[in-house]
């Protein structure tokens, strides 16, 4: 069962631009995660957010979580060729946390 | 540094086959995950281990069976390959008492012809 959905599929910009990514859920979480994925890579933690918390940073990146309506954004400034990769969010419910991934963002910066 | 490694990295097998993935984690956690990743599906969860010979069945566990006889092992196993099994499969691992953080392995791209 999906959980996520991330928001756009894909996204191009420039060196320096800043890149939004968005996350819907479904239902109730108990925290919310995002990880990253370069090419043919496993996945890698970037974030994670608790549903007590409404925003979060991390050096470049600023995540914002909106339980009311069940939706997140992560945001990376100054973005550099090397942030290319996909980017998943994933929620974990109370209890044992069975992390449920979306299907991603493919993010693309070109020099 | 904290490690997930899976066995292979690249698999071509032929219908029928009995595909074993192994997967050790070096960081004493109790949990362990196997998910598969297809594009435009996301990351599918197929079976996960709280513990030591504990299995339990995620959202896609048909075809596929799991063993977990060491706390660092878990074992993904596709009894008879079949060509919509062609897939990565992403292991990951996870402390119980951790912040629900997974780690993952580099991933085993599986091919069945």
């Known amino acids: 069962s999906q959980q996520g959905e991330e928001d756009p599929q894909a996204l191009s910009i420039q060196e320096g631009e800043n890149a939004t990514m968005n996350c819907s859920y479904k239902?109730?979480?108990?925290?919310l995660q995002w990880y990253r994925q370069n090419s043919g890579r496993g996945l890698v933690h970037l974030i994670l957010i608790r549903s007590n918390e409404r925003e979060k940073h991390s050096g470049r990146l600023r995540v914002t979580l909106d339980t009311s309506k069940k939706s997140s954004s992560l945001l990376i400034t100054a973005s550099r060729a090397a942030d290319t990769a996909s980017y998943f969010c994933a929620t974990g419910n109370t209890g044992f946390q069975k992390l449920v991934f979306g299907t991603g963002t493919r993010l693309l910066v070109s020099p | 540094d904290v490690k997930v490694t899976q066995s292979s990295r690249y698999l071509v097998k032929r219908t029928g086959e009995k595909v074993f993935l192994e997967c050790v984690q070096d960081?004493?956690?109790?949990?362990m995950f196997w998910y598969r990743q297809d594009p435009g599906l996301g990351l599918r969860l197929i079976y996960f281990s709280y513990d030591v010979k504990m299995k339990e069945k995620g959202d896609i566990p048909e075809g596929y069976s799991v063993s977990r006889e060491k706390k660092e092992r878990f074992s993904l196993i596709l009894e008879s390959a079949s060509t919509n099994q062609t897939s990565m499969y992403l292991c990951?691992?996870?402390?119980?008492?951790?912040?629900?953080?997974?780690?993952f392995g580099e991933g085993s791209r599986l091919t069945v012809l």
């Open positions: 960081m004493d956690h109790e949990n």
């Open positions: 990951a691992s996870r402390s119980h008492q951790g912040t629900g953080e997974l780690f």
């Open positions: 239902t109730s979480i108990n925290n």
